[in-house]
């Protein structure tokens, strides 16, 4: 019989990560350091460039997120393709800053992703 109790929590967003760190008793100037890595968003990105839907993929990896491509996207048969980016609130961060040391039009993602996650917050 176990001797703790274990339950999962629903953390959808920002607000709920902050409630439940606060909840607990953590110091108060965690509570914002902690709470964008415990909220995972899945954002679609629609008619992307698939040369930059590859460097997207790489720089995501390279934080620990992931993104999901179209099958054939290293092939590079179709220039554009939807995709899937996924990670925390703190790995979307990090890929707007990756993405906005790149050419024109990563810059502009850049730029789109950021506004997204503003409204999300």
């Keep these: 019989m176990s001797e703790h109790k274990l339950q999962i929590i629903d953390v959808k967003t920002l607000e709920d990560a902050r409630n439940a760190i606060q909840?607990?008793?953590s110091d108060s100037h965690?509570?914002?350091i902690m709470a964008p890595k415990m909220v995972s968003k899945v954002i679609k990105l629609e008619n992307?460039?698939?040369?930059?839907?590859i460097i997207i993929k790489?720089?995501?990896?390279?934080?620990?997120g992931?993104?999901?491509?179209?099958k054939n996207t290293f092939e590079l048969h179709k220039k554009t393709g939807d995709i899937l980016v996924v990670g925390t609130f703190k790995q979307l961060n990090e890929l707007?800053?990756?993405l906005d040391r790149h050419y024109p039009r990563l810059k502009?993602?850049?730029?789109?992703?950021a506004t997204v996650l503003k409204r999300v917050k």
């Design 23 to 25: 909840k607990i008793g």
């Design 30 to 32: 965690s509570i914002n």
């Design 48 to 53: 992307v460039v698939l040369q930059d839907a």
């Design 58 to 64: 790489q720089d995501m990896l390279s934080i620990g």
């Design 66 to 70: 992931e993104v999901a491509v179209p």
């Design 96 to 98: 707007v800053e990756k």
């Design 108 to 113: 502009k993602i850049a730029k789109e992703l």
